[in-house]
Structure formats: C-alpha cells, structure tokens
C-alpha cells in the first residue's frame, strides 16, 4: 500500500457551500469547486484504522423475496498500517470449517500481492477471478478487501444524500486488464467522518451490476466501523446481508454481537 495514499489527510471545505440547503436528488452537475476524487477516496483510506482490527461476521444469501438461502461465517484481519500492510479474509460454513481464504499483502505501492487457499485445512491454489460471487454469495473478493479504494484515476461525478448525510459520487475506472466485467465502481463517500456509503459497480453500457450499501455503522473510540451491509446483484435482485458479530482491536475485544459504546447511523 502506498503510505502517502495512507498518511494523506482529507482536505477540509469549509464555507464553500451549505449541506442543509443541497437537495435529496442526486445531483449529477459536475462542479469545479467539488473536492478532487483522489482526495476523497485518500481521505477514506487515511480514515482506515491505524491498528489492527479482527472481525467477525455473519453472511446470509437471500433471494429476491428475502427468503434466506445459505449462511456462511466471515473473519476478516486487517492491518492496513502494518509492515507491510496486510488484509485476511477467511470464509467458512455453518459449521466453521474453512472454505476459502484471501490474503493481500502490499509490500510496494500499486496492486497487492494476493495469497489464495481453499479447504480445512488451507491448501494454496491459483488465484481465482476475484470478481466472482463468493460460496454462492453475492459478494465478490473484490468487494470484501475494498480493492477499488487503490484503483488509480477517478473523478468527481456528483453528490447525492444517502442515509441522511450528503455525499460525494465519485467513478473509479477499472484497472486496465482486469477480467471480471467491472469496467468501473462508482463510490458514495461522505467527506466528513471520511467513510464510503454505498458503492455500485456497473459494465461497459453503465448497467448497474451489484451495489453494496452500507447499512449502519458506529463510532468506537475514534474508529468508525461498519455494522451492516447489505450487496444485490443485478438484474435478478439477489441479496446477501453482512452483519458484524464481533470486532477486536489491537487484541482488545470492544464489540459483540452488536453491543457496545458509539452510536448507529
């Protein structure tokens, strides 16, 4: 991971404009005044927590109707400031056996180096189309690690409230070469507490693929941390919800089973 992408400070706009008086509609007018989207998304990278972080979570696939369809259980180990700076993801069943697991490892800036396996016990394979439905999921391991938060380029398209609080809508263009049929990921940041709110990836034609939409969150200590979240593909509208049940920090247990201090959102 790049540090200066991790040590960059999101820049502050202050009087350019009043939130309250902004409309509920997108507003898709690009501004020269709007803040640059590289700012805007280093500004969500620099917001990640600076020590390590455990979490545990729970997926559920739902169809169309909301009729759950399969759970599976997810332990994902962040160390975003780490030497180097590192992410784990580990997928298991119902049971907690290990199904697949993803490590990303960002010993120079620009694209990771990614570590796959499948099985309990783990057993390294060739890494597959990280753009694929994980387990029957509607999440991709392209969506789990965030990847598009280090795609290079971007820009400013709009702003647009989500959950309450006005957003910037910024377009991140798929790496070149990258198989999957993202051709890019259009993010919701909202600049203030430096946080992504939803995030929609789209084809060549603009065709919405699979949105993922971050359902609450909650301020702990000076970390804010997702809760829920919520991924539909498209055009069959099949759902999978992500629910945190536990997150460490630094080894210190500080959430559980969605209890804890902050605040929902």
């Not at 992408?5 to 509920?24: K, P, R, T």
Request: charged share 25%.
């Amino acid at each position: 991971m790049n540090r200066g992408v991790v040590s960059a400070v999101l820049v502050v706009w202050a009087g350019a404009f009043s939130w309250a008086a902004m409309d509920e509609e997108p507003l898709l007018r690009p501004d020269a005044s709007w803040p640059d989207a590289v700012e805007l998304v280093q500004g969500v990278v620099a917001g990640l927590p600076d020590v390590p972080v455990r979490m545990e979570a729970q997926l559920q696939s739902k169809d169309r109707r909301g009729t759950i369809e399969g759970t599976l259980n997810a332990e994902m180990k962040l160390d975003w400031y780490g030497q180097p700076p590192s992410a784990e993801y580990r997928i298991r069943d119902a049971f907690g056996a290990e199904r697949e697991a993803l490590r990303l490892d960002w010993s120079e800036p620009g694209r990771p180096v990614y570590r796959y396996s499948r099985g309990e016990p783990p057993a390294s394979e060739p890494l597959p189309d990280l753009y694929r439905p994980i387990e029957g999921t509607d999440i991709s391991w392209i969506d789990l690690s965030l990847s598009f938060l280090w795609w290079p380029g971007g820009r400013t398209v709009g702003m647009e409230k989500i959950k309450g609080r006005m957003c910037y809508i910024v377009e991140m263009p798929a790496p070149a070469g990258e198989a999957g049929g993202y051709a890019g990921v259009r993010l919701w940041i909202e600049p203030r507490i430096r946080m992504m709110l939803q995030a929609a990836a789209f084809d060549a034609g603009g065709e919405v693929l699979r949105l993922v939409e971050v359902k609450s969150f909650k301020k702990v200590r000076d970390l804010w941390l997702i809760q829920n979240l919520d991924v539909q593909t498209f055009p069959g509208r099949h759902r999978t919800s992500l629910r945190v049940r536990h997150v460490a920090v630094a080894g210190e247990a500080i959430e559980e089973g969605g209890k804890g201090g902050g605040e929902d959102s």
